[in-house]
């Protein structure tokens, strides 16, 4: 009877040491806080090995010397704070021993010990009894120490150190996880420096663009108006090129929109109408110049939606610019609106070059170009509609193209949502 209630004992004893083990899984897999993380790794180690104290002790990499990266519960107090302070040579300690061999270290009378290092108790005011220390490994390496300190009655057990042992390789997978959060961290905010800077030097570029062009641009007109024959066709070529000059500038300022997101939107209710006429005004010189009949169809009810007019009308210039530039001289192009269920489809079609069905989508992406950016005929960066798809999703609606084939036209939609009631 006493027999099998001693073994009772005992195996209740190991499901609560195994149920501490679990506890510690489960909140490694829950937290990537490292210090809260280690003081409770510590505080299981101390409490299932029955020891005084539990600390973890890291090599650093440059001295090769060890310091006291946690410890059990108590690590706010005066000899804690005086621990981290202290480094442990890897050579002459009994945690340099556990590094430098890779395995266990099990002492129940450090006393005796040659390679117990004083220095620790005697800066600390603390005093070392016992000590059972493990390596703590990341892929092989050994990174650290886990050390069980003042076994509180008996001596060390087998079972402590394999407890220990997998306590250490928990604390090594929170150590790396927890390094690995913070190598990304670092990774990402170097890159929202270079995105702030790309920013910043596409502003002041374009901006420091922007000025003298507007010169170029004035004296050209005033010249092609004041001059006759060959003098005015100069003028008129030095005009034309500034304008395109003057487009790749503005799609060099919308790069920042290629990143824009639902809380950037300055959101107000219009009339569709009125965003659209507003965008036919806007490309209307460059449709005359080209001798192309631009007209539009609206519903009789005119709808209503809320947007941010300035994005959603450059979307649709964005557009119109394009079945500009790719229909033929004397085509036509219509713009329009109809109502679907609870959204608008917005379109524009014309009678110009078409896209291959293969390049539907793609022509969506960030700088491409159905045809071969060196023997292109047609002007511009590729921006155009990446820019209008990024705007269109930060207004939750859909953009997409169709096209019967190679010089059958194209039309472009763009789907918004109704506004409620
Ligand atoms: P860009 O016009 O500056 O080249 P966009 O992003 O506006 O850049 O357009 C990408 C590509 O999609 C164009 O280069 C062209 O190949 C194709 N495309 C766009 N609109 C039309 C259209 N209306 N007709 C034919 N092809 C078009």
């Not at 510690?24 to 210090?35: A, K, Q, R, Y």
């Not at 009894?129 to 003042?150: C, D, F, Q, T, Y």
């Not at 110049?289 to 009789?300: F, V």
């Not at 096209?403 to 036209?409: D, H, I, L, V």
């Amino acid at each position: 009877m006493g027999g099998s209630s001693m073994a009772t004992q005992i195996l209740s004893d190991k499901v609560e040491k195994l149920n501490r083990l679990v506890e510690v899984s489960v909140v490694i897999n829950s937290t990537l806080e490292l210090e809260p993380l280690l003081r409770f790794i510590m505080d299981a180690a101390a409490e299932i090995t029955g020891a005084q104290v539990a600390s973890i002790l890291l090599v650093d990499t440059k001295t090769q010397e060890l310091y006291f990266m946690a410890f059990a519960s108590d690590s706010d107090s005066e000899h804690a704070k005086r621990l981290k302070r202290i480094p442990v040579p890897l050579t002459k300690s009994i945690a340099g021993a556990i590094v430098q061999e890779n395995r266990a270290i099990m002492i129940n009378d450090v006393t005796t010990d040659p390679r117990h290092y004083r220095v620790t108790d005697d800066k600390s005011g603390f005093l070392t009894h016992s000590l059972l220390g493990v390596p703590m490994r990341i892929k092989e390496r050994v990174v650290g120490v886990l050390e069980a300190v003042n076994k509180l009655q008996g001596n060390w057990s087998e079972d402590d150190q394999h407890y220990l042992e997998i306590l250490a390789s928990q604390a090594a997978v929170a150590i790396e996880n927890a390094s690995l959060v913070a190598k990304l961290r670092s990774a990402y905010q170097d890159l929202s420096q270079i995105d702030k800077i790309k920013n910043d030097f596409i502003s002041i570029a374009s901006h420091e663009l922007r000025t003298p062009l507007g010169v170029i641009l004035g004296y050209a007109s005033f010249l092609k108006d004041e001059s006759q024959g060959e003098a005015s066709e100069h003028a008129e070529a030095v005009l034309s090129s500034a304008m395109k000059m003057r487009q790749i500038i503005e799609d060099m300022v919308n790069l920042r929109y290629l990143k824009v997101g639902e809380g950037e939107l300055d959101s107000e209710e219009s009339l569709v109408s009125e965003i659209m006429i507003g965008a036919l005004h806007e490309v209307q010189s460059t449709a005359k110049a080209k001798d192309l009949a631009l007209q539009y169809r609206l519903p009789t009810n005119d709808a209503k939606i809320k947007v941010d007019r300035h994005k959603i009308g450059m979307a649709m210039t964005n557009i119109l610019n394009n079945a500009i530039k790719f229909s033929p001289p004397n085509s036509q192009i219509m713009m329009g609106y109809e109502m679907r269920d609870h959204e608008i489809w917005i379109y524009v079609t014309d009678k110009g070059a078409g896209i291959p069905p293969e390049h539907l989508e793609r022509i969506f992406e960030t700088f491409f170009q159905v045809e071969d950016h060196m023997t292109r005929k047609h002007g511009g960066m590729g921006l155009g509609l990446s820019i209008a798809k990024a705007v269109v999703d930060a207004h939750r609606g859909r953009i997409w193209a169709v096209s019967a084939g190679e010089n059958q036209g194209s039309t472009f939609y763009i789907s918004l949502p109704l506004m409620k009631g």
